[in-house]
């Protein structure tokens, strides 16, 4: 069997089962199994091992029954970076790059900024941010110990390993008063009662990463209170939400905060909360 031939086999069984881009996906799958890009297989297609093809195959059945393409090949696109990711640990999505650019904004206003990143999980938003933008001090929290391994394993990988650091922590409840710049979270915010109807690829990520209890904004409203300490005035605070949640939290912030932004993703909505303290948002 040649390449493309294990190629055509395994989009027909995805195709078959009403996965969206059968063909790209089979591609996917066959450079994971085989170690190269695409391209390399489409314009030289070799002779592969029956247990390549079997692997294949039997990755393309996973994925027909709704394993997370990102489980399947191990790898998470996120902010122009590719991303170890394992189950057991969130899988970064594209939503989330509006999250890492409006935190890359607020990074410019402060020179040398130390930016908390609550909630790391593979440590996409941290690196990336990193990456990206001027940051003095970066450091990833979270409570998983998985979670933290796997982020720093995509430091060293991404080349930011010397400018990222890790601790575990239940959301800020470790750091001191008045330690921080800006702090970005992408935390748990889907209803308990709407886990069941989530598309089942989704329900593969652990429930600790999608619970936000009865209306999903247990932890969050747990971190608008401790980050209200943390933060030094000025300072920023940046949640991801869900639909229809931006403008509850902007009114349960209040005064306390004194100036809130919210701004959309590319499919219009409303993706990430902005609560600033000192100067007020653009």
Known sequence: MTTLEMVREAADLLG???????????????????????????????AVAPEQAEEVRRRAVLRAQGVPLQHLTGIAGFFGHDFLVRPGVFIPRPETERLV??????????PGAVVLDVGTGTGAIAISLTLAAPVGTMLGLDMNTGALALAAENARRLGAASRVRWARADLLSACGAGRAD??????????????????????????????????????????????????????TLLLEVGAGQADLIVREAGQGWGHTAVIADDTGIARVVMLRRGTACP
């Open 16 to 46: 078959t089962a009403g996965v969206e881009r059968p063909r790209w996906t089979a591609e996917q799958l066959a450079a994971a199994v085989l170690g190269c890009e695409p391209p390399a297989f489409v314009l030289e297609p070799p």
């Open 101 to 110: 650019e409006t935190a890359a904004q607020e990074v410019v206003r402060h």
């Open 182 to 235: 800006v702090i970005v979270a992408n935390l748990p915010y889907i209803p308990s009662s709407a886990l069941p109807d989530l598309p089942r690829e989704i329900r593969h990520d652990p429930s600790l990463a999608l619970d936000g209890g009865p209306d999903g904004l247990t932890l969050i409203r747990r971190l608008m209170a401790q980050a209200a300490r943390v933060l030094r005035r000025p300072g």
